[in-house]
């Protein structure tokens, strides 16, 4: 274990009830971050309804969102660097309740996507700076517990919030959504502040980099609405779609060659000059896209093809959490006593099992059987999770914490992003494909079709039974081969991790973030 170095003003670490009541603070204030990125996912049809938009016009709500986050994550490190990382969390966690409130109250779409991205920019920042400030809190001791508790919270929240949202449209309305955000936000910031304000760490004035804070806007604005609208607008046939990619990557290059020149960068990516983070981060990205692209498409299937409510989806995809939390605590002991890379490759080729045994679903199945592999499943998140995260942060300098936080975040956002549209496009592509076989290949002599109309039926709803049996099994067929590529993503990403050099120290808890 890597000895600690002082923390700010000389204080001590936290112990006891103190400790645990800090860090379940900091875990929800990640957690609701997090979980409002999938919240409203299942509720975008209630949303368009209420305010008199389209369902296509209404995925603003979540696309807003990502936008505003996704710009607003990589900046922490900057933001704690000038600021102080207790303040800037403080003051996001209050703004995103406060963002949270006018979110419910918006009577107009464009009312809601102004409050959602006010809320994203005001969340990016609380996922990295609840990391960082937990490693902070934590004796070296309990680093690794830090890192499981703030890992599953990562996790688990994408799961619960198809559910929670799910839910609240079922039995209430659609703003509860964000309303449930505001008595957390407000107790978060508000007891965090006393218990941390301690902890501030020094200021350094550096000067803002507007240019590559314009550039960063620029090339990631970009490329989300490249994600979110590429699929309703046939991809690459758009000119909309081609104009959004050439800015993108043009911004991009623009923002690597500005941002690593600045002698005072909004993004400093030369942490990228320690391997063990790279190949890390790359593992994360690959296995949390593969992750999120299933869990996206899970609920989807269940809802549009299987006959559930939205609230009985969530119920189904939620056992993914279940064993997760149960065996958090041993991979956090385990992350600290076991090379890393073990762990990782163990937790992500589990993952990737248990996703190729879900390539052979049916419409058949009951909820258990499509319940149990997702619970299973659960056993290797935390493997995956805990000691890759640790690994990240114990490759780079402590006073890069955040920074490298804020880095892993933000290219976690955008991976998941990035599964979801190639999830959807690619689920949309092949269920077209297969229904155009299956459709030369059923009832060839129309004895199923004479069966029904034996039964009673007359010929146009026989067709249509007919006809519903097909689409329904090319969407399952569609489901399970994305399941198969999913399940390769994970077991290539388990077999990155063996790039990453052994560490040779763990996670310098006490110099996160300064």
């Not at 155009?436 to 069966?451: H, K, N, P, Y």
Request: charged share 10%.
């Amino acid at each position: 274990m890597s000895q600690s170095t002082p923390l700010p003003n000389g204080q001590a670490h936290l112990t006891g009830g103190m400790l645990w009541v800090a860090a379940m603070l900091l875990a929800a204030a990640n957690f609701i971050a997090v979980l409002d990125m999938t919240i409203a996912n299942v509720s975008v049809p209630n949303i368009a309804g209420g305010l008199g938009a389209t369902t296509s016009q209404g995925t603003w709500v979540i696309t807003s969102y990502a936008v505003a986050e996704a710009i607003s994550v990589p900046l922490t490190g900057w933001l704690a660097a000038r600021f102080g990382a207790v303040r800037v969390f403080v003051t996001s966690m209050a703004l995103f309740g406060l963002f949270s409130v006018l979110c419910g109250f918006s009577t107009s779409l464009g009312m809601l996507v102004f409050a959602r991205i006010c809320q994203g920019l005001a969340g990016g920042p609380l996922m990295p700076l609840s990391q960082t400030l937990l490693l902070r809190i934590f004796p070296p001791s309990k680093a690794p517990a830090a890192i499981g508790l703030w890992a599953m919270t990562t996790l688990v929240a994408p799961v619960v919030g198809p559910i929670l949202g799910g839910y609240l449209c079922d039995e209430y309305s659609w703003p509860w959504i964000f309303y449930i955000n505001m008595p957390i936000a407000i107790a978060c910031a508000f007891f965090a502040w006393q218990l941390l304000k301690r902890y501030e760490n020094t200021l350094a004035q550096d000067p803002i980099d507007r240019v590559g804070l314009v550039l960063l806007i620029i090339w990631v604005g970009s490329l989300q609405l490249l994600l979110d609208e590429g699929k309703e607008l046939d991809w690459f046939a758009s000119t909309q779609i081609i104009g959004l990619a050439i800015i993108a990557v043009i911004g991009f290059i623009a923002f690597l060659i500005w941002e690593l020149h600045a002698e005072h960068p909004v993004v400093d990516l030369r942490i990228f000059r320690h391997r063990g983070f790279t190949i890390s981060v790359l593992t994360i990205s690959l296995a949390f896209a593969a992750f999120f692209g299933a869990n996206v498409l899970t609920p989807l299937w269940l809802q549009g093809f299987m006959g559930y409510t939205s609230t009985q989806a969530g119920m189904a995809t939620a056992w993914t959490g279940v064993l997760a939390i149960l065996v958090a605590p041993l991979a956090a002991s385990l992350s600290s006593k076991v090379d890393p890379r073990k762990l990782v490759f163990a937790g992500v080729m589990w993952l990737g099992i248990i996703t190729l045994w879900r390539t052979v679903a049916s419409t058949e199945m009951t909820y258990w059987d499509i319940s149990i592999p997702l619970l299973v499943m659960g056993l290797g998140m935390p493997f995956f999770f805990v000691p890759t995260t640790g690994l990240a942060l114990a490759s780079v300098e402590p006073q890069e914490t955040a920074s490298a936080a804020g880095l892993m975040s933000f290219l976690r956002t955008l991976s998941g992003a990035f599964a979801t549209s190639l999830v959807t496009t690619y689920w949309e592509e092949q269920t077209t494909h297969n229904r155009a076989e299956l459709v030369g290949l059923t009832d060839i002599d129309q004895s199923l079709r004479m069966a029904l109309e034996n039964s009673g039926m007359n010929s146009d709803a026989a067709l249509q039974t007919i006809e519903q049996l097909v689409t329904t099994q090319s969407v399952m067929l569609a489901t399970n081969q994305i399941m198969l590529v999913v399940g390769i993503a994970f077991i290539f990403a388990a077999l990155v991790i063996w790039l990453a050099p052994k560490p040779m120290r763990q996670v310098d808890t006490a110099g996160g973030g300064h």
